[in-house]
């Protein structure tokens, strides 16, 4: 992005990681993150920051760390106003001539905290992106499983929205993913009981890492699922079911 003279002289990488094996990261990834000397990466408040871990093997040991902490509510202006904080803080470094790399989980793009960061810097900054693999190729992965075939329509879906959109966008679709599953696993459970789609669904947590567990949706138990959990579900009818 960019060309115009205006901009910051600095670059902006914003670099997808992966969904959690550090092998995963792909060749371009690395070697910006190991040439990096200042990388930022959002953080909970209680310091947890996935996309630096599954960096973490890449790293320069004397990287500068710009750790970005994104308050975990449901409310979105606690979240604008870190990013706001955030762009100002790395617009300022990209200005005096510093380049930067933005560590995403997953890919930048897709469900990705770095949109925040391209909407606020990527008019007065070059700023560069690294695609990374998704959390949902890395659950089909782990799955064994295609995400949909031919002329069929996939479906991907976040579990916070509301029943009836839910209900709805599933009525046509032979396959879905739905993702961010946490505290509502019971009730995508039940809804997609509704839907027919619960019969060949599979649950895949933590894709790729040492916590990865797979199992059919039948086969868990009630209660909250970990955040990093996604629902492959296929009501279809391509010979590969």
């Known amino acids: 992005m960019g060309g115009d003279e205006t901009m910051s002289p600095g670059t902006l990488s914003l670099v997808g ?5 550090p092998d995963l990261i792909t060749l371009r990834a690395a070697r910006l ?3 990096a000397r200042l990388v930022a990466y959002p953080t909970t408040e209680k310091g947890a920051a996935l996309a630096r871990d599954i960096a973490a093997p890449h790293l320069a040991p004397n990287a500068e760390h710009l750790p ?12 604008q106003a870190a990013y706001d904080a955030a762009a100002a803080t790395l ?7 510093d380049d930067a790399v933005f560590l995403c989980e997953g890919d930048p793009l897709f469900y990705g905290s770095a949109m925040y960061l391209l909407a606020r810097l990527g008019r007065a900054a070059k700023v560069e992106i690294v695609p990374g693999v998704t959390s949902l190729t890395a659950a089909a992965a782990a799955a064994a499983r295609p ?3 031919r002329n069929e329509i996939l479906k991907i879906l976040p579990a916070p929205l509301p029943d009836a959109t839910l209900r709805a966008e599933l009525a046509g679709a032979p396959a879905a993913a739905i993702i961010k599953i946490g505290r509502h696993f019971d009730r995508i459970r039940a809804l997609l009981h509704d839907t027919g789609h619960a019969a060949s669904a599979l649950v895949i947590e933590h894709a790729t890492t040492p916590r990865q567990h797979v199992a059919p949706l039948a086969a868990l138990p009630a209660g909250e699922r970990p955040y990093f959990s996604t629902i492959l579900c296929y009501r279809g009818a391509e010979a590969w079911r």
């Open 17 to 21: 990681v992966g969904p959690g094996a």
């Open 33 to 35: 993150i190991a040439a």
């Open 68 to 79: 970005i902490v994104i308050p975990m509510s449901p409310a979105r202006a606690p979240a």
């Open 91 to 97: 617009g300022a470094r990209l200005a005096a001539g």
């Open 147 to 149: 995400l949909a075939a």
